[in-house]
């Protein structure tokens, strides 16, 4: 028996909705070629081979969402293995739930690209808590215009020339909005072509309003995560995220948005990079994140001059061996908040008597750096020293989800709550909470939440900034668990 159908009663939904139970070999096309709202689809363990394309249309409602699961314990592949560009496609959709599957490709149509899982033209999409590898082209791709995605606990690796994750369209004829990438693992997102440019995360121009984060994403061919123009629409939230080992920027943003809390560390070239992108770069905020050991300059900023609603305050940057920060006189002024910073390393571009920041202690400002522990130590000069104004966007909690110190909170992405790091740490798995709770709006929170570039660059006038000891070196509530 490869499927069981059962009728489930549905009073708000004129079709009659059915559970349909599948195991390996069932033709899952053919028996997904006609959906109704409140169908549910229940998956057996194994591998379910498709030679085609796998699309569903699914008119889903809040009431009746279509359901794509995992029977319990099942572990059930859906494995492309002869024609077809693309594994799933959901087009035209609303209300749907992908839960539990994993997607991939044989050897042989990797070669021969394609994606792993689309979405277009859809609202109201989740998928979550699966795999998504062997693809030839980006991984997941959000096309057209689509909102109210979630895509949630996905490990995602093994792109042979294409993105984790693609949101947007490269031109800005079409977005992605209100939706939601979080507690991703993202790595090996490499390239057979040279030529070829491959982030974890890419947002196109004119995408808007989403959040990105408790993301780890390493082993990238270019960026870790890229936020494009929002083309003057609400801020994207990219918080909490991890980001290394990558060939370019560990966080490239060229739009609007709110960087907080966010660890970037061992980049070939930048750990943060800005530019104004698409000439319509304004309300960028990035506050009390980590970047660290660069290739280039741990932060490289170009072109925020009379931009409004522009923050940069309370980051730890070192690079004690390099620059720390790069920024030509020519790319910043005087309305631009710029507060608090601990800086180790050379700096152009900032001035630490106008109170853009403090001389770091390099190393000695983190717990160990060569175990990828970035936590403030005992001696950290950043510790409880972050400017708290309401114009700094103080974060409600830190990395690790403790609550932040609201009257003297710590310096970059963790705040200071004991002598050692008392939350996860940095590794290549799957970021993790001992509890988790998050505010109504689904948000980290905050006092005061706001509404390629050139690598290398001529620095001149550079401020060395080593710290005055060792130079020779060039308990409070914690989140409740999200149900």
């Known amino acids: 028996m490869l499927f069981r159908a059962l009728p489930l009663l549905l009073l708000a939904t004129p079709a009659l909705a059915v559970e349909v139970e599948l195991s390996p070999g069932a033709d899952i096309r053919a028996l997904t070629s006609s959906i109704s709202a409140g169908d549910v689809f229940i998956f057996d363990d194994g591998v379910y081979e498709i030679d085609n394309n796998w699309e569903i249309v699914a008119p889903g409602t809040e009431d009746s969402k279509v359901v794509f699961r995992a029977a319990p314990g099942a572990n059930p592949v859906i494995r492309l293995k002869e024609n077809g560009n693309r594994i ?28 792993g899982v689309r979405i277009e033209n859809s609202t109201d999409i989740t998928v979550e808590d699966g795999v998504v590898t062997n693809t030839g082209n980006s991984a997941v791709v959000l096309g057209g215009d689509t909102a109210r995605i979630t895509i949630r606990s996905l ?43 491959n982030d974890g995360i890419q947002f196109g121009p004119g995408c808007q309003s989403n959040t990105v984060r408790d993301n780890v994403i390493y082993g990238i061919n270019r960026h870790g995560i890229t936020a494009q123009s929002t083309e003057y629409g609400d801020q994207n939230v990219i918080e909490g995220n991890v980001v290394w080992d990558t060939n370019g ?63 940069l305050a309370n980051n730890v940057i070192a690079n004690p061996v390099g620059y720390a920060v790069d920024i030509s006189d020519d790319d910043i002024d005087d309305g631009i908040l710029i507060s608090t910073n601990v800086v180790s390393g050379l700096v152009t571009g900032l001035d630490p008597e106008a109170g853009h920041f403090l001389v770091g202690g390099a ?9 990828w522990n970035f936590y403030p130590s005992v001696t950290a000069v950043g510790r409880n020293a972050a400017d708290p104004s309401g114009e700094t966007f103080v974060p409600d909690i ?37 509890d988790r ?12 939440k706001g509404g390629d570039g050139d690598d290398d660059g001529n620095v001149e006038e550079a401020i060395v900034v080593l710290p005055f000891i060792g130079l020779g070196l060039l308990a409070r509530r914690r989140r409740k668990k999200r149900g």
């Open 249 to 311: 920027v560990g966080l490239w943003i060229g739009g609007a948005a709110l960087v907080r809390n966010n660890i970037a560390f061992n980049n070939g070239s930048h750990a943060f990079y800005s530019e104004n992108n698409r000439g319509s770069l304004e309300n960028l905020v990035v506050s009390f994140n980590t970047f660290a050991l660069s290739g280039s300059a741990a932060l490289r900023i170009e072109d925020w001059t009379e931009k409004p609603g522009m923050v």
């Open 88 to 115: 799933f496609v959901i087009r035209d959709s609303s209300h749907v739930v992908v839960q539990g599957l994993s997607f991939e490709a044989t050897d042989e149509r990797q070669e021969a690209g394609g994606n």
């Open 155 to 197: 490990e995602i690796f093994d792109t042979a020339n294409g993105n984790g994750i693609y949101a947007g369209c490269g031109d800005a004829s079409c977005w992605t909005q209100d939706s939601t990438f979080e507690n991703l693992l993202i790595h090996d997102i490499r390239t057979y072509d040279e030529n070829q440019r």
């Open 437 to 448: 709770t998050r505010n109504s709006d689904n948000t980290q929170g905050g006092c005061c």
């Open 398 to 434: 830190d990395f690790n989800g403790f609550e932040r110190n609201g009257n003297s909170p710590t310096v970059g992405a963790y705040e200071y709550v004991a002598g050692t790091n008392p939350g996860w740490l940095i590794k290549q798995d799957f970021k993790v909470f001992e």
């Open 363 to 371: 190393y000695q400002d983190f717990e160990n750096v060569d175990d």
